[in-house]
Nanobody, 123 residues
Framework: QVQLVESGGGLVQAGGSLRPSCAAP????????MGWFRQAPGNEREFVAA??????????YYADSVKGRFTISRDDAKNTVYLQMNSLKPEGTAVYYC??????????????WGQGAQVTVSS
């Protein structure tokens, strides 16, 4: 498994922006598809976004609920993945988890998880 460390969560008003990041301090994840999931109180963890490894084109995938507002990107030189979140909505309040070795599809899943970053969107 890959150790992942998130940062950059916080409190923001509706319509605002945040950019959490995820670093892998102990190994390169340049060959791994990376992604973000989130879990709101009382809900199951859900897929948010994913990005394939750079040499395959860095293709991105998004949940319908965040398309056009969120952007996932990666900087393999820094072993870091970012999630730019714009036009945030109160229903976006959740713990956001970075994930490695993400498999997208009808039931997205991942092999490694970070500790989570709290994002709270006030109305």
């Amino acid at each position: 498994q890959v150790q992942l460390v998130e940062s950059g969560g916080g409190l923001v008003q509706a319509g605002g922006s945040l950019r959490p990041s995820c670093a892998a301090p102990r190994r390169s994840f340049s060959d791994d598809p990376m992604g973000w999931f989130r879990q709101a109180p009382g809900n199951e963890r859900e897929f948010v976004a994913a990005i394939t490894f750079t040499w395959s084109g860095g293709k991105t995938y998004y949940a319908d609920s965040v398309k056009g507002r969120f952007t996932i990107s990666r900087d393999d030189a820094k072993n870091t993945v970012y999630l730019q979140m714009n036009s945030l909505k109160p229903e976006g309040t959740a713990v956001y988890y970075c994930a490695a070795k993400v498999v997208v599809g009808p039931n997205p899943k991942a092999d490694s998880w970070g500790q989570g970053a709290q994002v709270t969107v006030s109305s």
